[in-house]
């Protein structure tokens, strides 16, 4: 008697992970639209500190040996071609971390000018910024002094650029110190210019830590203060592709619902980096993102006015098979 319910428990487990193998298999949370439906030819990229960065940079992070390639008019020009192509508008150039103090690093001034010069259809919307605790202290307000003070600085040197771009990582849900540095940095922000956000997405079940997570109310704070969010969708430490794409298909519908009159691009995954634990580029790539988006997007009637596009990160990690993916199931054709 014992044997035969110890049986009969055992055909039930093995019928019911059967049943569930087969509902995974068959279980498609992302949907592939190739007829660039959701590219409104207004998207984003991080690219490398090199293209403003001054020869002092160079040598702090023994890469001397690089200063002439960045440096090259043809490259500039090769690069600013590449992103036109495919429908980039917003580039966010690295000027990360800021100073212990809060300055923003230098740049190099010919290379700036002949930069801007080379991307004028473009907006450049310098990325500053640092890791909270080492390079940035909000909580400071002779920090968010200096911080700001060089912000205002930069762009009134360079009126060319489109606003400024910050990125403090980790940067805890409810953190009102950082709310207060983004009210600082808007009452120096020129007329017209933006200020974009590097934000953070929602918690789930699997990855629920605050300090790289916001919820609700705090995304609204953030947004209410932000001309533009965009959202690193990636970084979850999820092993499971199908996975992957089920939370993004519901952060994309709860990041466009919070993010009120703020433009929405969605941070997208092409980088390796696959010995972080939190990241598996097997897993968080732009062929598993990309129908994700367009998942999340579908359940609008609308496309809501606030959603921009996606931003890929990074421009130094992208390759010919990595921009074919985007061509062929992002971009639109027009």
């Known amino acids: 008697m014992v044997y035969k319910k110890y049986l009969i428990y055992s055909i039930a487990v093995f019928l019911l992970i059967a049943v569930m193998a087969v509902w995974y298999k068959l279980w498609t949370p992302g949907k592939d639209f190739t007829d660039g439906r959701y590219d409104k030819q207004q998207n984003g990229i991080w690219i490398q500190h090199g293209w403003l960065g001054d020869d002092l940079w160079f040598i702090r992070n023994k890469k001397k040996e690089k200063i002439a390639y960045f440096r090259n008019t043809d490259e500039i020009k090769s690069l600013a071609s590449l992103l036109q192509k495919h429908n980039i508008n917003d580039v966010f150039p690295h000027l990360c971390p800021t100073l212990s103090?809060?300055?923003i690093p230098a740049v190099d001034h010919e290379q700036t000018e002949k930069f801007l010069n080379e991307f004028k259809r473009l907006r450049i919307i310098p990325w500053v910024g640092g890791v909270l605790g080492i390079q940035a202290f909000p909580e400071r307000p002779e920090w968010r002094r200096r911080f700001v003070d060089s912000v205002s600085r930069l762009l009134k040197m360079?009126?060319?650029?489109?606003?400024?771009h910050i990125n403090i990582e980790p940067c805890p849900s409810g953190d009102e110190?950082?709310?207060?540095l983004l009210d600082d940095v808007r009452r120096v922000l020129p007329k017209g210019k933006i200020l974009?956000?590097?934000?953070?997405?929602?918690?789930t079940i699997l990855h629920p830590f605050s300090d790289v997570h916001w919820d609700e109310d705090y995304y609204r704070q953030v947004s209410k203060r932000a001309d533009q969010m965009v959202v690193m969708m990636y970084d979850t430490a999820i092993r499971?592709?199908?996975i992957y794409q089920y939370i993004m298909v519901d952060w994309t519908k709860k990041i466009l619902d919070w993010s009120g009159d703020a433009k929405v691009l969605f941070g997208l995954p092409a980088y390796q980096d696959a010995d972080t634990g939190y990241h598996d580029p097997e897993v968080e790539n732009l062929f598993n993102a990309l129908p994700a988006i367009h998942a999340g997007l579908i359940r609008f009637n609308e496309l809501p006015r606030n959603y921009q596009g996606i931003s890929l990160y990074c421009e130094w990690e992208m390759n010919v098979e990595k921009w074919g993916i985007?061509?062929?199931?992002?971009?639109?054709?027009?």
Do not use: D
């Open 101 to 103: 103090n809060g300055e």
């Open 158 to 164: 360079y009126p060319e650029f489109a606003g400024i």
């Open 177 to 180: 110190n950082f709310l207060t």
């Open 196 to 203: 974009s956000v590097v934000a953070f997405p929602p918690p």
């Open 240 to 242: 499971f592709e199908k």
């Open 326 to 334: 985007f061509e062929s199931h992002f971009q639109s054709k027009k």
